[in-house]
């Protein structure tokens, strides 16, 4: 119980927090009690809980009691307080009132302005949407003028990127659906795109035709270029002679070439900024090919435009659409060189050009197959005018000179820019093709100056500076024990070492001409050198040496034989000039003419006919030869005719022949003197009766002829062949057997010596010369026919001196003689002998 009280004061007392009357008259205070009165069930004191709540109410309520009773002032204290409260709550409300009245009047006011202020919020609203549709519709309109601007000032991809973001505005419908520009502007953004295409293909072609207008000029500063590089080259290699084989364009050069920066285009103020614009354009809208196709028609048409005046009299019925025909062939050439000149640069222009704006466009416009299949076709047309205007216009050397420069810049600036040259270099041969029957002309009338001073006469020099200047130019070495004293005279007539000059410089000229610019085919430009060579010497110079060695006088015959021997040694001279000067650049070279076969076959001629001429000469004499056969007296000197015919033999060879080669004057001599003693053996043997004397002049007058044969034998140098080692007293030695026979006039003599004294003189014509001979005995005969019966082929003889001492000098000679026939030695030149 004492707990349950302890509950309740605890209760009674506030719980320790708040006052009783607050506890008593809150739910905590049953919440507090509940738990008691629980337990007071629980535990079935319930009884005990009243008796003690109401100790605890009596106990309280005597507490209370006594709180009021001290407590009375207090109350007093607070009812003046709680009147000063109502007075002052009475005033507070009036005030409360007055408020409440202000806040009900200020309300008003507030709802009157939030009121205005939503109409100006809408107001707000729909002045900041006008304002965005204006800005809106301000930039639309903007980006369309700066669009328009762009394609008036040909920034045409500028244009397309703002096309591009006036496209990409936000169009809403519901903003502008009262705007019918705005729409009008959006629905035109198509036809503006192809505007920008069609003006930027515009624009090109513009350019295109301003480029053409141009492309004269472009191909001149290109000439002028590669002008004043080739300067600059002549320019090191003057310098550097070392160098003077290499030519521009080569390796070498272009190492050494100052690379500074040329745009043709910059010097005619065009740009690419057309072509690059249009580029963009297309690669952006993703349509390359249409501009490529554009671009490719027009250039075309520029290209067919520009070579029209290769086909300017064609009759337009072979044209069509601007295209010729891919046969027709041009009708005429340029009237004169500059027109040619002014043609050449515009195409050097065009060419250039369109592998300039190929290669800085990466072959985007042009590709590689398109620039070489234009260029082929240019070339191919190009070739054939080319070579009409040199066949018809080009007529002299001044004019070839003109015609090649042009065309080796020309050949030059493209194989700067790498284009293929095998088909535009054949203008190049055609041109030194040219070249070379020009200067045949030339030379041929050249030669006609020559051949009027020549007099086929060996040439005199009076002064040393000619003299040596002759040696140089003619190869000629004269012998080591020449007298160095003036006059001298020249085995060759003037029309030798004349020659030589001339074709010295015409090989000169050929080196000349080719030396600055011929790169290529120096092969074949030398195969073309030694074909005009051979021309000039075959149709010009042997030609007319054939004319003089058709001659019937024999001086000028042995006189233009002596020059065909020079002629002929000298082809070798020829072709190691060709070789040398061709070397450097060339180390295979071979230059064979083919001329010299004919100056040989000419030599020969010439050789045949002198010969001839002199055995006719020869045997006209020997028509005035009359010896008595049955003369009793001995001459003390040789006949007259002999001497003519000696005095006459001397004088051609001392004289007429004195300068011919030594190889044909010994064959002369040969012939001459074999033809003498043929011509003597014959008539001879054509007598039936000889008497001793005449036996003794005859042989008195052919030891006359010996002797001159031995005095002009000595002039004659001796030449290192077995033919040299034959004396030419050998063409007497059947003669002279023959001789020595009929002085002996006898078999047994024959017979003794027919092995040693007579090797030439069968058995059978010893019978029919001694039987020739005057008063010769029976017995003699008797043994002459025994020599039909003699054995020819005897083992073992005596051989004894003929007892006649006579005879010493003839068997000297033949101790000094070869056992060969005279007429076989010389059978090749058709002697008439007859062994009768």
Known sequence: MSTIRNALEKLSDGGGSGTAHDILNTDAYIDQLIPIIKKSLKENKLDELLNELEETALTKEGAV????????????????????????????????????????KTGFDLKTKKSILINYKKINNKINET??????????????????????????????????????????????????????????????????????????????TNLEKNLKTIGESLFSNMLEINNNWINIVKENPDLKDFKV???????????????????????????????????????????????????????DRLISDLFKNEPKLQQKNGYHRKNSLPTSTFENFDELSSFISSILGFLISDQIISRKTNYKLRTTVNLND???????????????????????????????????????????????????NKILIACYKKF??????????????????????????????????????????????????????????SLYPMTCIQIRQFINDHFKFIHNYYMYNLNDLNNILADSLDNILIQIVIKYLKMKTDSTIKEEISQNLINLEFFSNSISQFEKLISLQ????????????????????????????????????????IDFANWDWQTKELNTEPNIFIKDIGEFLEMMFNTNFNNLPTSIKRLLLFRSFDLLADQFLKLLKENNTITKEAISNFDLDTSYLESIVNTLNGGTRQLDTPTSAISLNS??????????????????????????????????????????????????????????????????????????????????????????????????????????
């Open 131 to 208: 304002m965005y549709i204006l800005q809106s519709c301000l930039q639309i309109l903007e980006l369309t003028n700066k669009v328009i601007d762009a394609i008036s000032k040909k920034n045409f991809y500028n244009a397309l990127k703002l096309l591009d973001d006036l496209s990409n505005i936000n169009f809403n419908e519901e903003y502008f659906e009262n705007f019918e520009f705005t729409k009008k502007i959006f629905n035109s953004i198509p036809f503006l795109q192809s505007m920008i295409k069609d003006e930027s293909i515009n624009y090109i072609k513009r350019w295109l």
């Open 65 to 104: 009691e006594d709180l009021s009773f001290h407590s009375g002032n207090d109350i007093l204290k607070s009812i003046e307080s709680f009147n000063k409260i109502k007075v002052n709550s009475s005033k507070l409300s009036e005030q409360i009132l007055l408020i409440y009245k202000e806040m009900e």
């Open 374 to 424: 234009l260029y082929q076709s240019l070339m191919s047309k190009l070739n054939l005018s080319l070579n009409n205007f040199l066949s018809h216009k080009v007529e002299t050397l001044n004019d070839l000179d003109q015609f090649k420069d042009l065309m080796a810049l020309f050949i030059q600036v493209l194989d700067n820019y790498n284009y293929n040259l095998d088909n535009i």
């Open 731 to 836: 063409t007497f030695i059947e003669l002279n057997q023959t001789v020595l026979l009929l002085k002996n006039s006898s078999a047994d003599y024959y017979n003794q010596y027919k092995n040693t004294l007579f090797t030439r003189i069968k058995p059978d014509v010893a019978l029919s010369l001694i039987s020739k001979m005057e008063n010769h005995d029976s017995e003699q005969k008797e043994r002459s026919m025994d020599l039909n019966n003699h054995s020819d082929q005897e083992m073992g003889f005596n051989v004894h001196q003929p007892p006649n001492s006579a005879n010493d000098d003839h068997n000297g000679d033949n101790n000094s003689i070869y056992s060969m026939s005279t007429t076989s030695k010389f059978g090749r030149f058709k002697f008439r002998r007859d062994n009768s």
């Open 249 to 303: 364009n080569s390796a070498i050069e272009l190492s050494l070439r100052d690379h500074a920066t040329f745009e043709p285009f910059g010097l005619v103020n065009i740009d690419l900024k057309p072509i690059y614009d249009g580029l963009l354009v297309f690669e952006t809208l993703n349509e390359e090919e249409i501009l490529r196709e554009n671009f490719s028609k027009e250039w075309l048409n520029k290209r």
């Open 436 to 493: 070379t029957k020009l200067r045949f002309e030339q030379f041929n009338k050249d030669f006609q100056e020559i051949i009027a001073e020549d007099d086929s006469m060996p040439m005199i020099i009076n002064q040393a500076a000619l003299y040596k200047r002759i040696l140089t130019v003619s190869w000629y070495k004269p012998s080591k024990d020449t007298d160095e004293s003036f006059p001298k005279t020249l085995p060759f007539s």
């Open 582 to 621: 061709s070397a450097p650049s060339n180390s295979l070279t071979t230059i064979t003419l083919k001329s010299y076969e004919k100056f040989i076959e000419l030599r020969k001629k010439a050789e045949s006919k002198l010969f001839e001429m002199v055995d006719s000469k020869i045997e006209g004499l």
